[in-house]
């Protein structure tokens, strides 16, 4: 079975630029999930989805940060314009319905990003 | 919200010796703790779960122990070797809620050969 797969691996951009990343879930899982890891912190969830609705946001910064999952599998995260802040790995996971239960969640490698 | 404290944040043994990793959450309506494992460059890999109607759960040399009452949760690692080097992040959320997982502030395993 096939992971999590996300792009770019890598990205670096100058403060105040625009920036996409991308991640496809394992096939069949209803619930996709966006979390940010700042250096040397454990991750910090953005946004979650349900199929292609948004479960919760509320930690989202949503002057700069923008999520969708239009067919409710692939998702975009994006972020503009960047700060310096905005510095970490940007992990997408997904995780299966069975019910009402979700269950576990697996991570993508992550996408590095770096802001100067 | 959830929050979870995690104990220590680094930690060395020699290979062979045993290594235990302790969390704390407050949140009585988590049902869930997984431990994932981070190696450097890559995501968090789920090493070992458990529910809240288990108290201890064994696979191979991982062991994890939940007391519900005192909310903590700890990952035991025996006959440690040198691949079992990594950060360790533990983690609790309710499944049967939103299922978002809280993280620890995470642990840098080092095993020395």
């Known amino acids: 079975e096939a992971g999590v797969a996300q792009s770019p691996r890598y990205k670096i951009i100058e403060k105040r630029q625009s920036v996409a990343f991308w991640c496809n879930p394992i096939?069949?899982?209803?619930?996709l999930y966006w979390y940010q890891q700042i250096l040397g912190q454990g991750p910090k969830l953005l946004i979650q989805?349900?199929?292609?609705?948004?479960?919760?946001d509320s930690q989202l910064p949503k002057d700069r940060f923008s999520a969708e999952r239009l067919k409710g599998v692939d998702s975009t995260l994006k972020i503009q314009p960047a700060k310096l802040e905005d510095s970490a790995v940007y992990l997408c996971a997904s995780s299966p319905l069975r019910g009402r239960v979700k269950k576990t969640q697996y991570f993508g490698p992550g996408t590095r990003l770096l802001v100067l | 919200g959830e929050n979870v404290e995690q104990h220590p944040s680094t930690l060395s043994v020699q290979e062979g010796d045993s290594a235990v990793i302790k969390c704390t959450y407050s949140?009585?309506?988590?049902?869930?703790f997984p431990w994932y494992k981070q190696e450097l460059g890559k995501g968090p890999q789920l090493i070992i779960d458990i529910r809240s109607n288990v108290g201890e759960k064994k696979d191979q040399r991982i062991a994890v122990t939940l007391n519900k009452t005192a909310k903590h949760f700890s990952l035991h690692i025996t006959e440690t070797q040198p691949e079992d080097s990594a950060v360790y992040f533990c983690?609790?959320?309710?499944?049967?809620?939103?299922?978002?997982?809280?993280f620890g502030t995470g642990t840098r395993l080092t095993v020395i050969p």
């Open positions: 096939s069949g899982h209803a619930t």
């Open positions: 983690a609790a959320t309710s499944q049967t809620g939103a299922n978002n997982l809280f």
């Open positions: 949140d009585s309506a988590s049902n869930y």
């Open positions: 989805f349900q199929n292609n609705g948004v479960v919760d």
